[in-house]
T-cell receptor, first 114, second 114 residues
Framework: GNSVTQMEGPVTLSEEAFLTINCTYT??????LFWYVQYPGEGLQLLLK?????DKGSNKGFEATYRKETTSFHLEKGSVQVSDSAVYFC?????????????FGKGTHLIIQP | DAGVIQSPRHEVTEMGQEVTLRCKPI?????LFWYRQTMMRGLELLIY????????DSGMPEDRFSAKMPNASFSTLKIQPSEPRDSAVYFC????????????FGEGSRLTVL
């Protein structure tokens, strides 16, 4: 079956540090890949996505590149801010990219200290 | 524009009681999802509706759980009888069709069963 593995948190960084949150996946076929973010007290919201190998998704300074050879979709940001503190979820979809086939990772709690 | 609206935001109840969680999807969205989030298991898809019809309820943990969508603007998730292990945050999400993986989540209903 499909699965998504994320690095365990919490991840604690200082403001302006470089961020990497690792995500690897197992899937049949060619899934689409997503990062969702959950701010405190809120529901999840889509951060970025990539639908085929070598695609790069980007939003709000975050980037992730779909690496088929390493089955990875690591999230990066060059300079984090306190407002980036949240839980980040990697997810995949094998139903043509559809939401009905989403499999989420367990989430990585990111804490940014001023 | 209003997002996905869930109620109640918090519910504390005693074991054996009936719990009903409510969701109003975004107007115009025709797919609706119920998820459960716990520390141990992360995000789990419970059930998915398309055009008010349940499409996949394989994630519903047992017969104590039931979900309905009587019309396009309202869905309920019922637990009867509730048990302490049902304590979790329950999220409702909606989207248009299956919209390439972009789900719009509500703020969640935090359930505590004593």
């Amino acid at each position: 079956g499909n699965s998504v593995t994320q690095m365990e948190g919490p991840v604690t960084l200082s403001e302006e540090a470089f961020l990497t949150i690792n995500c690897t996946y197992t899937a049949t076929g060619y899934p689409s890949l997503f990062w969702y973010v959950q701010y405190p007290g809120e529901g999840l919201q889509l951060l970025l996505k990539a639908t085929k190998a070598d695609d790069k998704g980007s939003n709000k300074g975050f980037e992730a590149t779909y690496r088929k050879e390493t089955t990875s979709f690591h999230l990066e940001k060059g300079s984090v801010q306190v407002s980036d503190s949240a839980v980040y979820f990697c997810a995949l979809s094998d139903s043509g990219g559809g939401a009905d086939g989403l499999t989420f990772g367990k989430g990585t709690h990111l804490i940014i200290q001023p | 524009d209003a997002g996905v609206i869930q109620s109640p935001r918090h519910e504390v109840t005693e074991m054996g009681q009936e719990v009903t969680l409510r969701c109003k999807p975004i107007s115009g969205h025709n797919s609706l999802f119920w998820y459960r989030q716990t520390m141990m298991r992360g995000l789990e898809l419970l059930i998915y509706f398309n055009n008010n019809v349940p499409i996949d309820d394989s994630g519903m943990p047992e017969d104590r759980f039931s979900a309905k969508m009587p019309n396009a603007s309202f869905s309920t998730l019922k637990i009867q009888p509730s048990e302490p292990r049902d304590s979790a945050v329950y999220f409702c999400a909606s989207t248009v069709g299956t919209a390439y993986g972009e789900l719009f989540f509500g703020e969640g209903s935090r359930l505590t069963v004593l």
